[in-house]
């Protein structure tokens, strides 16, 4: 599905850009003179429009989206310089090329001025059309590659969103169904599981751990899709309660695999509760699952400030990960390993760097294999007030 999506993207973008042809603005007083010029330019794919003084050509700015403007610097009233000028101060010339034609200004000064407003180009008259046509050209390729650029984003952009929320409706409408299945098998192991021959029993299991992870699943998509479809709430948070709070969830595990656990002294901010929870439960979570053959667990949460963020890094001595791996580790439904080796869902760290994102902050790692890793993240240092 998001195959097809985004190809569909891609032809509805390039398609709106083709049915949107460059503009091209002549601006010149004398009359042959602008006639000239647009039967050199013709033969280019776009719209040529034509203002005989400077007062026109910035009524056409108004009403049109050029690619490129041809100013003549001498002209009576308003001379090019000034017309540039006026014309920048408009929105939509943001960035659009001008290049002045003169027949006369040939002084080095002239240039410069043209250079100091912006201009892309001063050439003289008479023109050399080969030359001012593949000029042209050059502008007005960008110019469109540009606009194809600006349509795939924006079609990606809805077409995201709408794959969000697809995803957003189908996990919270089947939260239900699965929770049913869950319960149910899990009464039915409880009430018949010792009727059942080996067989019985090991199919059952199958069941109940497929509806466990279906369930986990469903979940961490909810978790997912809902950042950024709902408003993020900042508030005071105490960073060192959460973690202490996250650990405690883990307490079963720690104990397990004899886990050291430690953690300099951590902020407290504005921030979003539920993101400094999310970030804890995976990257400690994490630090936990992967472990390196025997070793117990060695896991360390740090704070410092740099600048105007605050630095988290969450280090431990887990299995590492490959460098080949950098593009996959943050994809959604991207997992290293088996399940069967180590169990997950693909959507924890994507869901942690979709909320930093949105945050205004940032998560990388580096990492040996066979030795650990370190995740770091950024967010805004909006530190409270101290008491």
């Not at 656990?261 to 994490?286: D, H, K, W």
Request: net charge negative.
């Amino acid at each position: 599905m998001t195959t097809a999506v985004l190809k569909n993207a891609v032809v509805a973008g390039a398609s709106a850009a083709k049915e949107c042809r460059p503009k091209i603005l002549l601006v010149d007083d004398r009359w042959e003179n602008l006639l000239a010029t647009e039967k050199v330019l013709k033969p280019l794919q776009a719209d040529i429009f034509k203002a005989a003084s400077g007062n026109e050509a910035l009524s056409l700015v108004l009403r049109h989206d050029f690619a490129i403007v041809l100013l003549d610097v001498q002209m009576p009233e308003m001379d090019g310089f000034e017309t540039a000028m006026l014309m920048q101060e408009h929105e939509s010339m943001a960035g659009v090329p001008i290049i002045f034609v003169t027949a006369i200004s040939k002084e080095d000064k002239y240039a410069s001025k043209a250079a100091e407003i912006g201009a892309v180009d001063y050439i003289f008259k008479p023109i050399n059309p080969d030359i001012l046509k593949s000029k042209v050209k050059v502008y007005l390729d960008l110019y469109v590659q540009r606009e194809e650029i600006m349509h795939l984003n924006a079609t990606l952009s809805q077409s995201n969103e709408e794959l969000e929320r697809f995803a957003y409706i189908c996990s919270h409408d089947m939260q239900e169904p699965v929770r049913m299945m869950n319960a149910f098998a899990g009464l039915l192991v409880d009430m018949s599981g010792q009727a059942l021959d080996d067989d019985g029993r090991r199919y059952l299991n199958f069941i109940v751990d497929n509806a466990r992870r279906m369930q986990k699943m469903i979940s961490d998509i909810l978790t997912f899709s809902r950042v950024g479809r709902e408003d993020i709430v900042l508030e005071m948070v105490d960073c060192e309660d959460i973690l202490q709070e996250t650990l405690s969830e883990f307490g079963d595990v720690i104990q397990g695999s004899h886990a050291e656990v430690t953690y300099g002294p951590l902020p407290r901010m504005e921030a979003s509760s539920t993101l400094i929870r999310v970030l804890f439960q995976n990257l400690v979570g994490n630090a936990l699952k992967f472990q390196n053959g025997s070793d117990p667990p060695v896991i360390s949460v740090t704070a410092a400030r740099e600048g105007g963020f605050w630095r988290f890094s969450v280090k431990d001595n887990g299995i590492g990960i490959d460098e080949s791996f950098r593009a996959r580790i943050f994809t959604i439904f991207q997992r290293l390993h088996r399940k069967e080796d180590y169990p997950g869902t693909g959507i924890g760290l994507s869901t942690c760097r979709k909320f930093i994102q949105l945050c205004g902050g940032d998560i990388d790692f580096t990492s040996t294999p066979g030795q650990g890793s370190n995740f770091h993240f950024t967010l805004p240092c909006k530190e409270a007030p101290q008491s």
